[in-house]
């Protein structure tokens, strides 16, 4: 069992940046994929970026490569997700999720790979 949380969430002008951070607890962290989605009014929420298990391999989707960057520190058994550059599309309440599941890379962007979510952090991106 994991449970994670996430933090770091807030105001932010357009063009600024947010690290979110999402703890986890539990000892077998290191082994479990990390991934974050979002979900704006009225959206559905949505795959942003995604952390293979093994910490080898990272994905993005489309709307935030180059501006996003996920990492983790399992020394402290924490994923981060670097926001730069944000505009005003990137407000979206943000969660973490985690995943025990050993499957193809495509799966980790989809929301049923993982089976343990954060309640989310708010990023408000002002324009």
């Known amino acids: 069992q994991v449970q994670v949380a996430e933090s770091g969430g807030g105001l932010v002008q357009a063009g600024g940046s947010l690290r979110l951070s999402c703890a986890a607890s539990?000892?077998?962290?290191?082994?479990?994929?990390m991934g974050w989605f979002r979900q704006a009014p009225g959206k559905e929420r949505e795959f942003i970026a995604a952390?293979?298990?093994?910490?080898?391999?990272?994905y993005y989707a489309e709307s935030v490569k180059g501006r996003f960057t996920i990492s983790r520190d399992n020394a402290k058994n924490t994923v981060y997700l670097q926001m730069n550059s944000l505009n005003a599309e990137d407000t979206a309440v943000y969660y973490c999720?985690?995943?025990?599941?050993?499957?193809?890379?495509?799966?980790?962007?989809?929301?049923?790979?993982?089976?343990?979510w954060g309640q989310g952090t708010q990023v408000t991106v002002s324009s």
């Open positions: 999720a985690a995943s025990p599941k050993r499957v193809g890379s495509y799966y980790y962007t989809l929301e049923g790979t993982y089976d343990y």
């Open positions: 539990g000892r077998t962290f290191s082994s479990y994929a």
């Open positions: 952390l293979h298990w093994s910490g080898l391999t990272t």
